[in-house]
């Protein structure tokens, strides 16, 4: 795949370069090799996204339902032809290992197949009224255009867990992804609808900064929805300005999930779903295990255990398949985790496992001796760094796991599976798994957080309410009689 043809804005169906004038290069993160530069979109640009969405949609709407679905499936059939060239530009723009594309290009194509249902799914209701002769009908219709926001570290994925609903229940879309990960999370999508088929202008791909554009792709009259994700700071504001434009705002945001195990559980297991939990694409994952809450009875044995386990790790170039954990995205990530370790450590937190910090290479840590309300429990670890608590009861256990502001997933361990969900419905998070990890998305199930981990519901049924609207019309076959 040419790269540098991804490396251009994708509006109205046309690949062109933005009218700022300024460049955005592409970095790999393990190498600093620059992979493409993007003259970046301005203002105008936003706007010419938005109004080709708005015209497109019009022309998707007379596109039978059939065909759409069609089109969408065309989507999968042109991933499965490229799959080793996305897989390259996911270790290349991502630091990605060949695992951690594997495991986003499936989630890809199944959020793709289940979207594809979605143009034979536009039912509506037929229902009684109180007024004689007359009837009320319940119209399921698309909500108009959608406007995507997408983070730097599944972006591939998470940005075709909207746009691709949002396309199968009939709407336009404007896809804004991360700097930082630009072909992965957007042009490379806007390249695979383009070859499926979908209307030009239908999905626009617009690649800039928050500098060039401000609030502009927020506040632009035409979207009705912002889905965004990525940090709870970032997405309060977005959602604040979503509201006061009246837009309505879906926002999938930080975690901070506690992996719980109590004493019946297998420590084996246990060891390896956790290490799962947390050192997946590095720890830059929502839903990753930040706190690993491990009864007394059993820590001592579970610690040795997760240390030898995390020790085998081996960090370096994700392009080898030998590699578990490869760059995270960015030197401010990097930093943020060195000053977040050191924190802990300055507060009383010992280091069982203390990896090096090169650049933007982060060698796993585990800290133990780690207090509920210290800066290391309470804050995002989004990297291969994790803390090990220790509890009592199982009333201890969930009493630490919701002692946070966030709410997104979690993970519970134990021989007594019943036991097991009745503690997963006591933790306030909008997901969580007995005897399994905390990294989980079906494409069917309804996936979304709690408290400051987000708001709204996606995938599956839930994925179509979203992006769809009731519109009632009632037909009166007769006259009503008026008091006046």
């Excluded at 530009?89 to 986003?104: D, N, S, V």
């Excluded at 239908?202 to 035409?222: C, M, R, S, Y």
């Excluded at 979207?223 to 006061?244: D, E, H, M, N, W």
């Excluded at 579970?302 to 578990?324: A, W």
Aim: aromatic residues 8%; hydrophobic residues 40%; contains cysteine.
């Amino acid at each position: 795949m040419d790269y540098s043809k991804l490396g251009k804005q994708f509006i109205g169906g046309e690949w062109r370069d933005g009218k700022s004038g300024k460049t955005l290069p592409d970095i790999n993160p393990y190498n600093d090799e620059v992979i493409t530069a993007f003259q970046i979109a301005s203002v105008a640009d936003i706007d010419d996204a938005y109004q080709a969405a708005y015209k497109a949609k019009l022309e998707w709407d007379k596109v039978n339902p059939y065909n759409k679905r069609d089109i969408l499936e065309n989507a999968v059939k042109y991933i499965e032809a490229h799959e080793e060239e996305i897989t390259s530009i996911i270790i290349q723009e991502l630091g990605g290992t060949r695992l951690k594309a594997a495991f986003e290009i499936g989630l890809v194509k199944n959020m793709i197949k289940e979207a594809a249902t979605f143009p034979l799914r536009m039912e509506g209701k037929i229902l009684p009224s109180t007024e004689d002769g007359k009837e009320n009908r319940l119209y399921r219709i698309p909500a108009g255009v959608v406007g995507v926001i997408s983070p730097f570290n599944f972006p591939f994925f998470l940005s075709m867990k909207s746009v691709a609903p949002a396309l199968g229940a009939g709407n336009g879309v404007v896809l804004k992804p991360h700097e930082d990960s630009p072909i992965t999370g957007g042009t490379l999508i806007g390249k695979i609808f383009e070859e499926a088929g979908v209307p030009k202008g239908l999905l626009n791909v617009v690649v800039t900064d928050i500098k060039e554009i401000g609030d502009a792709f927020v506040e632009h009259p035409i979207p009705r929805i912002i889905s965004f994700t990525g940090s709870t700071k970032v997405g309060s504001y977005i959602g604040q300005l979503a509201v006061k434009n009246f837009k309505k705002p879906l926002l999938e945001l930080g975690g901070n999930s506690a992996f719980i195990i109590l004493e019946d559980a297998d420590i084996d297991y246990a060891v390896q779903a956790a290490t799962f939990s947390r050192f997946t694409h590095q720890g830059q994952i929502c839903m990753s295990a930040n706190r690993i809450l491990v009864q007394k009875t059993i820590y001592q044995d579970f610690v040795d255990k997760y240390r030898e386990k995390v020790s085998t790790l081996t960090t370096g170039d994700p392009s080898d398949p030998q590699t578990i954990i490869g760059p995270v995205i960015n030197n401010r990530q990097a930093e943020t985790l060195q000053k977040l370790i050191e924190k802990g450590i300055e507060q009383g937190a010992v280091p069982l496992v203390q990896g090096k910090i090169t650049g933007r290479m982060v060698e796993p840590t585990v800290l133990v001796n780690v207090k509920p309300d210290m800066v290391v429990a309470q804050e995002e670890l989004f990297g291969p760094v994790v803390c090990i608590i220790p509890f009592e009861t199982e009333e201890e256990a969930i009493e630490i796991a919701n002692d946070t502001r966030f709410g997104l997933s979690g993970a519970i361990h134990t021989s007594n599976l019943e036991r097991g969900v009745e503690i997963a419905k006591k933790v306030h998070t909008g997901m969580i798994h007995v005897n399994d990890v905390t990294i989980n998305d079906e494409p069917i199930v309804a996936f979304g957080g709690e408290k400051q981990s987000g708001l709204g519901r996606l995938n599956g049924e839930w994925s179509l309410d979203e992006f769809t609207t009731m519109k009632w019309i009632s037909v009166n076959y007769g006259q009503r009689k008026f008091p006046y």
